[in-house]
């Protein structure tokens, strides 16, 4: 059998059934295999493009992504797509083609040997749980094996294979059966720490789950929280990837936590007796850089599977538990007592209130009303850069039939088209919002003739801003408004978008007025894509709610804790001004 054939077979054995790359000289006998047995294959034209998709359909499909990257630039230009992957703990195999075995510069004491050649794996190693370069075909299915098992075990995550050219058409002897892999199960004994969360959460007055993205990664879904939290009446806050776990309209939801999330979510947190970290550790862009004056009057407990997380804590917790998240609720939701907690919930209606738009729309507005109006099962896409990032979480309505994808540990720009183009590929949904900033836009562009060839149903909403608008706010803050990079004005220039999405045969809509902002909202249902919304907003549009500064005497800037945010309106619940 041939090498890349059996490569095939075992990844299709292990339900891969679509990969992405970017066509090369060292990887035309692993497409033709992964072809041959019937394995979809989207060809990007960028391969950060091609890996952020393969992180994007993973996601979607709760399983394994797979790319395909040539040798050389090919392997580097995915780099990004691979950081997605390891820091958000996605399950992805990247595949490289390597130049011969006898023209690599492995373990030499060199720059290149061979064309386009580089030490691809001694350059990722430290953002892959495994990483190997396979030049004979000894043991070749064994380490294919070994590198997906290592991928989908404990803590999931990406591993790389780079296989030699001419090891790729050599004939291959079968050396085992090729079974599905099933993951390593971690067992460890932590049955008095469990009990102990026990009885701290039943004695606790006012407990709060804060659900990380590791809670879904171990099987947690829509399901298990109704079965379990919400079952006890016990409420939650969650995070960016987590934020479609919940409906937003669930009373137990109480939004999303973090310098930019939302107001009310925030203020729950502080004033919980009681946090339980669900696959989660609590992060800087949760608690701020204050986080040793986190949450102070509330006990903490995390259970996490990972136990180097565990090591390496911001946040002083009082409970540390190393085990699998759904095997933790599943232990202890038989003895939870039921609980009343109006007084967190009663910070849920902080989480929104209505910004001021004058002649122009506000991106924040049009995204809350969007989100609420399609009803078809979608896929809000949002982008990691800057003012479209945060309006996508603060603002989107989540309903039964909706998930989110971002890229949120890098929160890189850029990251939108392409993870609209994997998740389309899983079959999963009938629309697709992709919510992308003007200066995200541009950085990969080249993925509006994927989309356009694919013909997918996706609004891509531009928020136009005329520039790089979350940058401006840091520049006005801390530089007394000196503006450099950020605006055309000042060294950055955008092109004309409607004659771009004509370059690309890809329908057109500029909105610039509020009637034509109500019309949209009215009509999205009909509206099938691909089409570009360019949603011309206020270059000065200030943000919903963000992390607070305030100026001392001499000039300096002291941040404010997540118990209040910016903007320092008056408070609904106890009418004092925060």
């Given at each position: ?340 907690t109006y007084q967190l919930k009663q910070f849920k209606k902080l989480n929104w209130y209505e910004p001021l738009e004058k002649k122009i729309p506000n991106s924040n507005s049009f995204i809350r009303k969007l989100t609420t109006k ?27 039939k909706t998930k989110i994808t971002c890229s949120s540990a890098i929160s890189s720009m850029g990251t939108g088209l392409s993870e609209t183009i994997g998740s389309h590929k899983s079959k999963k949904f009938y629309k697709h919002i ?145």
């Amino acid at each position: 059998m041939k090498t890349t054939d059996l490569l095939a077979q075992v990844l299709k054995k292990n339900n891969l059934k679509c990969a992405f790359g970017l066509q090369g000289g060292a990887v035309v006998h692993i497409f033709d295999s992964l072809i041959k047995k019937n394995i979809s294959v989207t060809f990007t034209h960028h391969e950060q493009s091609a890996a952020l998709a393969a992180v994007s359909y993973a996601k979607s499909v709760n399983g394994i992504g797979c790319v395909v990257v040539t040798t050389g630039p090919g392997s580097t230009n995915s780099i990004t797509g691979l950081l997605a992957a390891w820091q958000d703990s996605i399950p992805v195999i990247f595949i490289s083609g390597q130049a011969r075995a006898i023209h690599t510069s492995y373990k030499k004491k060199v720059r290149q040997v061979g064309t386009q050649e580089v030490n691809i794996c001694d350059i990722v190693r430290p953002i892959t749980k495994y990483t190997t370069f396979i030049n004979q075909t000894k043991n070749f299915q064994i380490e294919i094996d070994k590198a997906i098992k290592i991928a989908i075990s404990g803590r999931p995550g990406p591993v790389w294979i780079d296989i030699a050219l001419d090891i790729q058409w050599q004939n291959i002897p079968l050396l085992k059966k090729i079974k599905k892999i099933i993951p390593k199960k971690i067992k460890i004994n932590q049955t008095k720490k469990i009990n102990k969360s026990i009885d701290l959460i039943n004695k606790s007055t006012n407990p709060l789950f804060i659900i990380g993205y590791g809670a879904v990664l171990s099987g947690i879904d829509r399901k298990i929280i109704n079965q379990t939290l919400i079952k006890k009446s016990i409420p939650s806050v969650l995070t960016w990837n987590t934020a479609d776990l919940i409906p937003t309209n669930n009373k137990y939801n109480l939004g999303i936590v973090g310098m930019s999330g939302q107001r009310g979510a925030n203020k729950a947190v502080f004033n919980s007796d009681l946090i339980v970290c669900l696959g989660n550790h609590l992060s800087i862009p949760h608690t701020t850089t204050l986080y040793k004056n986190y949450a102070p009057n509330a006990k903490k407990i995390i259970i996490n599977i990972d136990k180097d997380q565990l090591k390496n804590l911001n946040v002083k917790f009082h409970l540390k538990i190393n085990m699998d998240c759904k095997d933790y609720l599943q232990k202890i939701i038989k003895n939870l007592t039921k609980k009343k907690t109006y007084q967190l919930k009663q910070f849920k209606k902080l989480n929104w209130y209505e910004p001021l738009e004058k002649k122009i729309p506000n991106s924040n507005s049009f995204i809350r009303k969007l989100t609420t109006k399609i009803k078809n099962k979608k896929n809000i896409i949002i982008d990691g850069g800057g003012t479209a990032l945060y309006a996508g979480f603060q603002s989107s309505v989540i309903d039964s039939k909706t998930k989110i994808t971002c890229s949120s540990a890098i929160s890189s720009m850029g990251t939108g088209l392409s993870e609209t183009i994997g998740s389309h590929k899983s079959k999963k949904f009938y629309k697709h919002i992709c919510i992308i900033g003007d200066g995200s836009f541009l950085m990969n562009c080249q993925d509006l003739q994927t989309i356009y060839q694919e013909n997918i149903n996706v609004l891509i909403i531009i928020v136009n801003n005329n520039g790089y608008l979350a940058i401006r706010h840091t520049q006005k803050e801390f530089l007394n408004e000196r503006y450099f990079g950020t605006h055309p004005s000042d060294g950055i220039s955008f092109p004309n978008f409607s004659r771009l999405a004509k370059a690309f045969k890809i329908k057109y809509k500029k909105i610039n007025t509020i009637d034509k902002s109500k019309k949209f909202i009215q009509n999205c249902n009909k509206i099938k894509g691909p089409i570009i919304v360019d949603l011309i907003v206020d270059e000065s549009q200030p943000s919903l709610f963000k992390q607070g500064y305030k100026k001392n005497a001499d000039g300096s800037f002291a941040p404010s804790d997540l118990s209040e945010m910016y903007p320092f309106i008056k408070d609904p619940i106890s009418n004092t001004n925060n």
